[in-house]
């Protein structure tokens, strides 16, 4: 006889389960339709951009769980859930075909297969949720918030699959493990705990398979119905957040210009910023209702280790929490109301979603959003209301307004630079372009670069290094202000686009179309944000520069280091993915075996805590983020800590000062290492 198996056996009734699931989606389908009028308030945003490569980014993040996979454990048991959850969805409607259509093919080898398929993803189905209770019962990292709906999700999973076997094995227990056991054993799970079964009466099994059959299929539509007002809501939402993410690189952000906004309206002024929920896109609406609250975020900003008020999974829960205030709201028929205060200080009258104090912690390096398996974009959203506080409130700390007035007065951050832009050239033999001077390429030095004693090695260096190669560059000098990256990060998007225009304008004058810069910060902006106001530029970081020079043969730098690590900055790593450009350079200096790779490197690099306008600004966190992460430097034994950015010197330095006074690590840019090594 051939194997197969009836679909409702021993069930009366079986297909009035259909109504139940007509039920269910309709809720579902009700309870999504409503949030997705909730996302419809924000401000209009075009994600429908390169379909091919969105679609492509989804696959590998639903089936690949790439993103997941970076936190290996609850990586591992949540695409143990997911493939089991997967299964156990096909082989259900695999079913399901078969008794709408009325064609019997679950029959012969197929039924057998179909048999090993639903047991064994049930199986991995049990593994991963019984990895995840571990995960949150006994080991409880630090960065997990459970609440009730973590419980009732993990619960309602794991009922599901418990009550699959235990159907499973009393159909088993009653039929083919008596008449056909060759056959049961391609039910391996249901099959061995049938055998458990065997001996009990076989009334009181039929009477029990029923009640379990029926108390499964409401469990069931209980869950999908479920599916869009808790925790499951990432399935739906985080997969269409993955599918709209940001294919751009990370750290450009956009915004109108300012200049143009004021033309068309003169009360734009007071709107400059994201003040409240319905100015933001439904874009960044999609994204706070992605969240799952699973805590990686936090597990990774620097600001939250460090002691700082700031947790990127607060922020977005509480922007949540916000819109779900909103949407109470309006199911009352009371619109969007006027009281939901989006920020504010502890104390105030009307409770805010989000603290001031948590805005002004983030370091912007964008570590919350690389680790993120929803693809929530967490620093813009920051940034627009940092916007908001700076422009249109005028709240911001001391240190920020007093660094933003010296870019408004000097076009640059510093106060009261003992130093010039052309003072540290002044004994060299460079081009500069506004003594008549044309280069291939402008060697974009940046305010630290030309002002700080330490950071004015490097650019020295990089001339040596530029002249040893025989590169045609050329100099802004005084001319060269600020690109603006600071005051942009920290809000004060006015002065930004200041600094952006009166730069374009330089590079137009020259016809300056190649860059070349040392900082990541400068190149981020150059790259990435002058195009949005005609600045069309090839920019190159000094690592990438090097790293061609040394492939073209025109550098030959002697390996005299036996001991070196490299640490990413964020803005060269994370924002633009420069990884091996910076190591190759390294590597081309240091002794066979002498590099040492950082636990933390790459996309999971450490901040040094200078970003977001904190080169500038002072928090007083319980640790210092600079700090922290020397002392990861310290802890991985190099002698040499190599470094491509001049806010890491400047964040090192003083790491040094207080945690290495004798200076066993030394602290040195990459251009100098290869000047050095050229010299030898």
Not at 217 to 238: D, Q
Not at 275 to 280: P, V
Not at 300 to 325: E, F, T
């Amino acid at each position: 006889m051939e194997p197969t198996r009836e679909i409702f056996w021993n069930i009366a009734f079986g297909p009035a389960i259909y109504g139940l699931a007509v039920i269910a989606v309709g809720l579902l389908l009700r309870g999504a339709w409503r949030r997705i009028g909730l996302w419809r308030l924000g401000a209009p945003e075009d994600r429908s951009d390169r379909l091919g490569e969105r679609f492509r980014g989804l696959l590998i993040e639903v089936f690949g769980q790439r993103r997941h996979l970076r936190d290996p454990f609850p990586g591992v048991a949540h695409l143990l859930i997911f493939y089991g959850f997967l299964g156990a969805f096909i082989a259900t409607a695999v079913i399901a075909v078969q008794e709408w259509t009325g064609v019997h093919f679950i029959a012969g080898p197929f039924y057998l297969g179909f048999s090993l398929f639903a047991d064994l993803a049930g199986g991995i189905g049990l593994v991963g949720l019984s990895m995840a209770l571990y995960w949150r019962l006994i080991v409880r990292p630090d960065r997990l918030h459970s609440v009730m709906d973590d419980w009732i999700a993990l619960g309602l999973l794991f009922l599901l699959f418990v009550q699959g076997f235990a159907v499973e094995a009393i159909r088993l227990a009653l039929t083919e493990a008596i008449s056909s056991p060759e056959v049961a054993l391609w039910s391996p799970i249901g099959y061995a705990l049938a055998l458990t079964i065997k001996g009990v009466d076989p009334g009181t099994l039929f009477a029990l398979h029923r009640w379990l059959w029926w108390f499964h299929a409401v469990t069931a539509f209980a869950f999908i119905a479920y599916f869009v007002y808790g925790k499951f809501t990432h399935v739906l939402y985080g997969a269409g957040n993955i599918f709209l993410r940001n294919l751009g690189p990370m750290g450009k952000l956009s915004h109108p210009d300012i200049d143009q906004l004021l033309d068309e309206d003169e009360e734009a002024l007071d709107r400059l910023g994201i003040g409240e929920l319905d100015r933001f896109s439904w874009k960044a609406l999609m994204d706070v209702d992605a969240c799952v609250n699973c805590g990686r975020c936090e597990s990774v900003c620097p600001a939250s280790i460090s002691g700082s008020p700031l947790s990127p999974r607060k922020l977005i829960q509480d922007m949540h929490g916000h819109l779900n205030q909103a949407a109470d709201s309006m199911r009352a028929g009371e619109g969007v109301p006027d009281g939901l205060s989006l920020m504010g200080e502890a104390g105030d009258e009307s409770p805010p979603a989000v603290l001031e104090a948590e805005l002004w912690g983030c370091r912007t390096c964008g570590a919350c959003m690389q680790e993120c398996p929803m693809y929530i974009e967490h620093v813009p959203k920051i940034v627009d209301m940092r916007r908001h506080l700076v422009m249109t409130e005028s709240k911001m700390g001391e240190d920020a307004q007093a660094f933003l007035k010296n870019m408004d007065d000097r076009m640059h951050p510093f106060a009261g630079a003992s130093r010039d832009r052309e003072e540290w050239f002044e004994d060299l033999d460079v081009k500069v372009f506004g003594r008549g001077d044309r280069a291939e390429y402008l060697f974009w030095v940046g305010c630290a670069g030309s002002m700080v004693d330490r950071n004015i090695e490097v650019s020295r260096s990089m001339v040596k290094v530029l002249d040893a190669a025989n590169v045609d560059f050329g100099l802004l000098g005084a001319e060269e202000v600020c690109t603006g990256d600071p005051a942009r990060r920290v809000g004060g998007e006015l002065t930004y686009q200041m600094c952006a225009k009166e730069n374009i304008e330089s590079f137009e004058r020259y016809g300056i179309k190649k860059v070349i810069t040392t900082c990541p910060h400068c190149f981020n902006t150059l790259k990435n944000e002058y195009s949005d106001y005609g600045g069309e530029l090839e920019v190159i970081h000094h690592s990438e520069l090097i790293e061609e020079l040394l492939h073209d043969g025109r550098l030959a730098p002697k390996k005299n280091l036996d001991s070196v690590t490299y640490h990413d900055p964020c803005y060269l790593g994370r924002h633009n993915e420069v990884y091996e450009a910076p190591r190759t350079v390294v590597e081309s200096v240091s002794e066979e075996g002498a590099f040492v790779e950082l636990e933390k490197s790459r996309s999971k690099s450490h901040c040094c805590g200078s970003g977001g306008g904190y080169a500038w600004m002072d928090d007083k966190p319980e640790k210092r983020i600079n700090q922290e992460r020397f002392e990861q430097i310290q802890g991985c034994g190099a002698k040499t800590a190599a470094l491509s950015c001049p806010f890491c010197m400047q964040m090192f330095s003083d790491a040094s000062g207080a945690l290495d006074p004798g200076g066993e690590v030394r602290v040195a840019d990459i251009a100098e290492l290869v000047a050095e090594s050229l010299e030898a």
